[in-house]
């Protein structure tokens, strides 16, 4: 039996993670700035975070929005290893 492979990026991500990981990147200020929401400006919470955000589909959209475009830049810095690192070129030989 083949395994099916969802092609939907959150598929097993729950807003929870999402928000979890937008924090440890960006931090409550940050995201506050990025995202224009209160529960992001003033005493936040990822509880309050949460509630707010079930509730409200645009601000559950942006907060998915940023959570798609900061993995994407997760994995760009990480193919882009620097010339100077010293394994950037094990492979070539001389």
Known sequence: ????RSKD???GVTLEMQVNALVAR???AELGKIININCFKHDPSVKSS???LRRTPWAR???EALYLD???QTQAEKSETPADHPWANWRKKS
């Open 1 to 4: 039996m083949s395994s099916h």
């Open 9 to 11: 990026p959150l598929h």
């Open 26 to 28: 960006f931090g409550w």
């Open 50 to 52: 949460l509630k707010f």
């Open 61 to 63: 959209a942006e907060v």
């Open 70 to 72: 900061s993995l994407s």
